[in-house]
């Protein structure tokens, strides 16, 4: 099947029949939504350039972005990527969960090329929830899984954003309810000796324990473009009121139309902020502000997600 083919897209509620006919469809080259503890990932078949070319087609991906490739452990993660002592204990740490270590790439790795878009290294991480953990299990391969929404566009926390965006375009939905963190994981570069914070998330700099180093300007991990994560309307940062035609999205005393967290909690603040940029998009307002979020903790997460959506694209 053409990696445009256009689909009746469904969406199953998670259970062994669901997982069984998703696995299916990967072994038929094709790709799945499936939630994680972060976002729904858009999972494909990383040792089948074919299925992992269709990730890209339906997303409308550039193929200079590459993916991240999930195992279910360490042991499986070793058979595509060379482990230094640093890298072994960040996934003896924090795997499974929502954690990626971009690394060199072992020159013998059973994935397709097309996965790491050229580049001498690959993303991965091992995720935690037992949906993802389940699929890998069936599918008996790694799988290379972006989030399970259009290029540069919202991230999905529901399987109701995945088929607003990639309805037709994919042949199956698992839908487990939302996710957990709602912000994609944290990714480390462990490459010539030096540990770089190339994408913030759910593990804090602080958790991670480790001396890092600033990132370069080159992509070498997914999320790094600079517009990124965006919704459809202009997106204003650092708002304490509303402008005309614009809805509000508030954090703390700032409650605007709807709110990251009234308590002003930056956990709850990552969990909901993706679902509250998708709900300011469907609304009749022509534009969409955020009130201040701090910049520590989570909250550099969060503003890394908010820059990039804000973001002009080139």
Known sequence: MAPDAAFETRILPFDEAAL?????????????????ETVYGLAADAT????????????????FNPLIVHVSDLAAAE???????????????????PLTLVLPKRPDAPIADLVTAGLPTVAIRAPAH????????????????????ASGRISPTHAEHVIASLGGRIPLILDNGATGHGLESTIVGLTERKARL?????????ELGIELEPSS???EAPGQLASHYAPAKPLRLDAVDARPGEWLIGFGAIEGDATLSRAGKLVE??????????EADAQAAT??????????????AINDRLARAAAKEA
């Open 20 to 36: 069984a006919e998703a696995a299916g469809l990967i072994a038929r080259g094709l790709p799945v939504a499936v939630p994680t």
């Open 269 to 278: 603040a990552a969990a909901c902020l993706f679902e509250r940029l998708h």
């Open 79 to 97: 058979m595509i990527a060379h482990f230094d002592a640093l890298a072994r204990d960040l996934a003896r740490r924090f795997w499974p969960g």
């Open 198 to 206: 190339l994408r913030p998330g759910p593990v804090t700099a602080e």
């Open 287 to 300: 534009s969409i502000a955020v009130a201040p979020i701090p910049p520590t903790g989570l909250g550099i």
């Open 130 to 149: 037992p949906a993802m953990r389940a699929l890998l299990a069936a599918a008996g391969r790694p799988l290379a899984a972006p989030s399970a929404n």
């Open 48 to 63: 089948n350039g074919e299925a992992v070319a269709r990730i890209y087609a339906a997303k409308g991906r550039p193929q």
């Open 217 to 219: 300007d080159r992509i």
